[in-house]
């Protein structure tokens, strides 16, 4: 038997099912928020991919066997390619531009839960708008897609933050790169408290209590940036949104908003993390362009709605089994009229009635038809609904 690769997920119809119901209910809401849907291609450059990642994404790159001079990877989050793709028809594009997708990512990561190689992620991007409103709107589809789920507000939290407060906040305890310093508080919830401050002394923070004093207790009406951090907060008026000076975000390239969401209890990894990245489109060769945006994960996003008894259960049974001994080709005739407007599941196999019934339960078939020399004779057909176990008279 040859297993699933590690870090991968399977998904049979029930489950594949559920996934895309709450795709389409993702989808909906996007659109609703007047984003709208592209693809774009799973391999990149390296080069594009790695860019502007930070370190910890960039080691998780999977890259690809060189065939000819091209070095290529499997794409490890959106935000790089959306990029791409706006700035080849930037000036086109009516701004602001807001784009979104929903498909598989790669990352070399240790699996557990909430943490695969292969997984799908909701992206949104926003380009074109530098205000506070962009990053509310943000914001606010990210809630919004969780409500659309039947999450309720009081299920997750979502910890608004801005780059500039915590770099003004760090500057003063840290010389040199404030980038390492601000991916290793992006781990404090993942370490143990003294882990966490051994990890700030290794980056070079000198006063490591006094700067976990500072994020926790700072007011932060008086720290720079924070008027920014303020206007949107002002816009987003839920009780899930809480302001949190030590969310940071692993990857380098956020400018301004950070945020992330989990669920109350904290019993999962993050449900959704994005922000602001100004200096992306410019560092990639295009024009000078704000840009907003989030990646939401199916990963974490089942877990906490199987734990809450609300991942969709959806109904694949047909509404019509034919049921067929010799006269298949009235089965089809009949399958293809009633295939017009529902779901037909006719009998492929030679076994006696008795077991064509089973099967048709097993499948959850709403009514059977059986078909025999009668029917094809009389041209009426008995309809056995299957859960009232009634019976009716149909004319073809
Ligand atoms: P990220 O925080 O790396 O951000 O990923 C966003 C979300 O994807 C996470 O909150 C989590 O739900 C899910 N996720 C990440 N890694 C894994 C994994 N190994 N297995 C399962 N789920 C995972 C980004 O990717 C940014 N590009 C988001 C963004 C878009 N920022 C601005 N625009």
């Given amino acids: 038997m040859i297993n699933n690769v590690k870090g991968t997920t399977d998904f049979m119809p029930k489950e594949e099912a559920s996934k895309q119901k709450v795709f389409d209910n993702l989808k909906t809401v996007a659109q609703k928020f007047g984003f709208r849907q592209i693809c774009t291609p799973i391999i990149e450059s390296f080069e594009l991919l790695a860019q502007k990642q930070g370190d910890e994404i960039r080691k998780q790159i999977f890259t690809l066997e060189k065939k000819g001079k091209e070095e290529l990877a499997m794409r490890a989050e959106f935000t790089p390619s959306f990029a791409r793709l706006f700035i080849s028809n930037q000036k086109e594009l009516a701004k602001p531009i807001k784009w979104f997708s929903i498909d598989r990512v790669w990352r070399y990561e240790k699996p557990q839960a909430g943490r695969e190689r292969e997984f799908y992620q909701f992206n949104v991007e926003l380009y074109g708008s530098g205000e506070a409103i962009a990053d509310a709107e943000i914001i606010s589809l990210a809630i919004e897609s969780l409500k659309s789920l039947g999450l309720k507000e009081k299920d997750f939290i979502v910890n608004v933050n801005n780059r500039k407060v915590l770099q003004s906040l760090i500057e003063n305890f840290v010389s040199s790169d404030i980038d390492e310093v601000i991916r290793v508080i992006d781990k404090k919830d993942k370490v143990s408290p003294e882990d966490y401050k051994e990890m700030l002394k290794e980056v070079g923070v000198e006063q490591v209590d006094k700067l976990i004093k500072t994020l926790e207790e700072t007011d932060v009406n008086k720290v720079k940036g924070a008027s920014e951090l303020k206007s949107v907060l002002d816009l987003l008026p839920y009780d899930c949104v809480k302001m949190s000076l030590t969310t940071a975000r692993g990857l380098s390239y956020y400018t301004g908003t950070v945020f992330e969401i989990f669920d109350v209890n904290g019993k999962f990894r993050a449900l959704c993390g994005g922000g602001r990245y100004d200096n992306m489109i410019e560092q990639f060769g295009g024009q000078p362009t704000p840009a907003t945006g989030f990646g939401m994960g199916w990963s974490t996003i089942s877990l906490l709605l199987a734990d809450k008894n609300l991942l969709p259960d959806e109904e694949l049974g047909p509404d019509y089994f034919i049921a067929v001994l010799e006269e298949e080709r009235e089965a089809m005739k009949l399958a293809a009229k009633l295939r017009q407007h529902n779901t037909v599941v006719v009998n492929l196999v030679s076994k006696n009635v008795g077991n064509q019934m089973k099967y048709a339960n097993s499948l959850g078939a709403k009514n059977v038809i059986?078909?025999?020399?009668?029917?094809?004779?009389?041209?009426?057909?008995?309809?056995?609904?299957?859960?009232?176990?009634?019976?009716?008279s149909m004319n073809l």
Avoid: H, I, W
């Avoid at 008995?382 to 009232?388: D, F, L």
């Fill in 370 to 392: 059986v078909l025999g020399p009668e029917e094809v004779k009389s041209k009426k057909y008995k309809v056995k609904n299957m859960q009232a176990g009634t019976e009716k």
